[in-house]
């Protein structure tokens, strides 16, 4: 055997460097893959089959009028933009999907970069996000507030 035929084959350094920025691309793609709804207004379901609200996020009196709640848990807020008109949509910004902190004066606020979301429709009122939250389907029956399956 020759000296050259001895020598392991070894990837030199910039194939592996690429194959790591491979790798990293398609770990972000995953994260952020497609959404179902994104954007759109949100779906309210009038449910009539009889469930008794065990699973229910909240009771339709917890949301204030003008405003809403985040329930974390779920990765959704509920909001009330007018009496008796309940929207959902994801509580993660669109912009690098910090979880939304707060609801306050119309809009729903994330804390990481001051991007806003209209209560009504989930449309930016203010950026760095440029789309709009993913609306949410919730059922709203008897009092109580359930996600739609």
């Not at 806003?116 to 008897?142: E, H, M, N, Q, Y």
């Amino acid at each position: 055997m020759s000296a050259s035929q001895d020598q392991e084959i070894r990837p030199g350094r910039r194939a592996v460097v690429a194959a790591a920025g491979a790798a990293s691309v398609a770990a972000v793609l995953t994260a952020c893959g497609s959404q179902k709804d994104p954007g759109g207004s949100s779906k309210v379901k009038q449910a009539d089959d009889g469930t008794d609200g065990a699973d229910a996020l909240a009771r339709t009196a917890d949301i204030p009028k003008g405003g809403g709640k985040i329930f974390a848990d779920q990765d959704v807020v509920v909001t009330q933009p007018e009496a008796g008109e309940f929207k959902a949509f994801s509580s993660k910004c669109t912009h690098q999907g910090c979880a939304v902190s707060s609801v306050s004066d119309g809009t729903i606020n994330c804390p990481c970069h001051g991007s806003k979301f209209d209560i009504s429709t989930g449309d930016v009122t203010a950026g760095p996000a440029s789309r709009p939250l993913p609306a949410k389907s919730i059922t709203v029956k008897d009092g109580s507030i359930t996600l739609a399956s």
